[in-house]
DNA sequence: TTGAAAGCGCTAACAC
DNA sequence: GTGTTAGCGCTTTCAA
């Protein structure tokens, strides 16, 4: 039933289908697809309409046998979260792979080396970085390597500005609608560990945490605030002096899943059932939410997701910036999700 | 300096260099190249010689270009422990894309869809499959899978046999150069809970550990062996079951680090300092194991190195089979690690 | 058992 | 602005 094809070929539209529905040459058709000057805006038109219409898409290797210099992105990490970094790598080698750019990795820890491990990624030839979140935050490391002119994309942190791409969720957003679960539940005297204060999200999760009290006329408790650093044992700390204040708070939100899971630790050493006598939650949905007991409610942010879309933004700066464009530093928001799981429950004297 | 290239070109060996070096015709180094038959003996040991001397590999754009059919592994997952799974999609994402090789990847949930997750998979032309851990256990699956000819590998699970490659840590070994440990450290009641009954490896691990105790002379105490499922809850039961004995141990070795963080808590509950009033150890240095406190002592088995290795090992079986040769099915032992953190230290009372 | 020719899909170089 | 030509490195087909 299936007509052999004439010798091999994969069957999908090649560029010279394109060209031929089009009406003009293979070549002009390539200069449209890598953004080329010098196409007449009606020819672009009628070649990308014929590009849909085939739903062609350039074969990556006959781009690559055909010389083009490989897009190599730089990936520069620290102080892995394991859970966190791989959901980065997971997303970002995914979608590297299948648009067939090339992913250096690179881990790197200031404040020793991270001028050494930047410079000597750009060594590699590199044309654009992706920056994981603590490094995002550090102002020394976003200097280096904005230094030179490739785009720069800061994941999950970084203050949006004129020299980096940022992808984030919105934190304030995330810790707002958090907090207002929690009085929605019924809660009203809700503690809040901050996370460490080098990271600019750790501010904007307060702030969020701030308004929703202020919404539901809640008057703010700054007793009721503890500063920690993203770290466990940072959240026991802030979990002692939280349950021993004369008038505990009912429920903790902390800003990130370690320190919630050791305020769940801390809850059971002092003989509190979680959620029935205090409700916990976090921020992150990293794998510590589901692997403990209870199960944390948090907040999920698409890292995999969020990483995928920075190869993406890259590759298309990348891109612009070889065809002499220059596109405006793009400063993406991606969608959190609230995962409600067992970790949080009404107050226990409400009704 | 540099002689500019003619036109382009990588700079690197091809095919028609080689067969200039040895005497012969691309299409005969092709050949040799590709395992295909009929070839002289001399000439295959001319060819690979000029192959090795010019350190020469083939270009994989070319190739798929000139229309080989591109290799396809599919990997099937479930119950992914976030950390597990990322670091085996790490590995195998990273190696695959090195050389060339499609990745499909499948969840699959038994014993609900086992069969069509498979099904699926093969429908997808996949030419051999990746099983990953809690599946290579299940001997439904595993039949499923082996039904076709397609080779399977078997990462970190699985009983080595004639249908599956298999590719794994030495649990025996591993439990007990931990117990040794242990008991180097002046422990003699220790602990164990065991993992999940349907994995392989639990036995084998339980094993491990009650030889490390023979060999040091300790008589075996049943009462000291919990039954768990590599949960954290099921840890939770276990070490509460362990620390209400009348001779509680001084040290928990789990199964995995879920229920020995499990026991931290416990242990924390119970006003029980780790590691100075209770050692726990743990095995897989999953992220838990450092994200918790005290970081927990466990063994790490190479994941993401081990999933490279299944993607070159199925890749050479499936090249082997469509040369029409036949590899023997291989069962390769990777190095496990004692990794050495802050949850154990000597018994209290040792002197 | 080996080789020659042609072509996979694309783009760099150079016309026009 | 656009087209022509040639060639990237490999493999298939077919002939010797």
Redesign the interface.
């Known amino acids: 039933m299936s007509i052999k094809q004439q010798?091999?070929?994969?069957g999908s539209a090649t560029i010279s289908d394109v060209a031929r529905l089009a009406g003009f040459s293979p070549m002009t058709v390539s200069r449209v697809i890598n953004g080329g000057g010098n196409v007449k805006e009606s020819t672009r038109d009628a070649i990308n309409a014929a590009i849909k219409e085939l739903n062609y898409s350039p074969?990556?290797?006959?781009?690559?046998?055909a010389?083009v210099e490989p897009i190599r992105i730089g990936l520069l990490y620290s102080n892995p979260?394991?859970?966190y970094l791989?959901?980065v790598?997971?997303g970002s080698?995914?979608r590297?792979?299948r648009i067939d750019v090339q992913l250096v990795v690179a881990r790197c820890e200031p404040p020793e080396n991270y001028r050494e491990a930047a410079e000597h990624l750009l060594e590699r030839g590199v044309h654009g970085l992706i920056l994981t979140s603590p490094l995002c935050d550090l102002q020394e490391v976003v200097d280096v390597v904005t230094e030179g002119d490739q785009p720069v994309v800061a994941l999950a942190g970084g203050k949006p500005s004129d020299d980096l791409i940022t992808i984030n969720v919105d934190d304030f957003e995330a810790a707002h609608a958090m907090t207002k679960h929690l009085i929605g539940l019924g809660h009203r005297r809700i503690g809040f560990i901050i996370g460490s204060p080098i990271q600019a999200a750790s501010g904007r999760r307060l702030e969020g945490y701030r308004a929703a009290l202020a919404e539901a006329g809640i008057p703010a408790d700054e007793k009721l605030i503890e500063q920690g650093h993203f770290t466990?044992?940072s959240g026991?700390a802030a979990a002692d002096k939280l349950m021993d204040l004369a008038v505990p708070p009912t429920a903790v939100f902390a800003s990130n899943d370690?320190m919630a899971?050791?305020v769940v630790?801390v809850a059971?050493?002092r003989?509190l059932d979680v959620p029935n006598d205090l409700t916990v939650c976090g921020f992150d949905d990293?794998?510590?939410a589901?692997?403990?007991?209870p199960e944390l409610t948090t907040i999920r942010q698409p890292i995999a997701e969020m990483a995928r879309t920075a190869v993406d933004m890259l590759t298309d700066e990348i891109l612009a910036h070889r065809a002499g464009k220059s596109l405006p530093r793009e400063h993406r928001i991606a969608a959190f999700e609230l995962i409600k799981r067992q970790s949080d429950a009404p107050p226990k004297n409400s009704r």
């Open positions: 010798r091999r070929g994969t074969n990556p290797a006959a781009r690559s046998l010389g979260s394991a859970a791989s959901e790598l997971v080698l995914d590297a792979s466990y044992r026991l370690d899971a050791a630790a059971h050493r003989g990293t794998a510590f589901s692997s403990i007991w």
